[in-house]
């Protein structure tokens, strides 16, 4: 089993990397309760939505960031910016398929 400090890379990149999925979610449980997943995905593919909502979660990623150097946690703040970057660069290859 790992043993992570309190200033780790993971500490930072696991809850950065997953909250652009909490807001997707969340999107969708506020604006397409009422539809299925399939349909949920099938109208973001379409209009081409997908890429915007994860760049808007990565925009939370923020708040995670600033809290993390607040609290003086260097290393874990570079998580969330490994994160972030590789969600970056994720919407770019999508944006350009």
Do not use: W
């Not at 400090?5 to 997707?24: C, E, Q, R, T, Y």
């Not at 003086?72 to 998580?79: K, T």
């Amino acid at each position: 089993m790992i043993r992570l400090d309190k200033d780790h890379l993971l500490v930072g990149f696991v809850p950065a990397f997953i909250m652009p999925v909490i807001v997707g979610v969340s999107y969708y449980f506020y604006k397409f309760g009422f539809q299925s997943s399939e349909n949920y995905l099938d109208i973001f593919l379409r209009e081409e939505m997908l890429s915007p909502l994860l760049a808007l979660g990565c925009f939370f990623n923020l708040v995670i960031f600033f809290v993390l150097l607040k609290f003086h946690l260097e290393r874990s703040a570079q998580g969330v910016i490994m994160a972030t970057i590789l969600y970056g660069v994720g919407i770019a290859i999508f944006k350009l398929l």
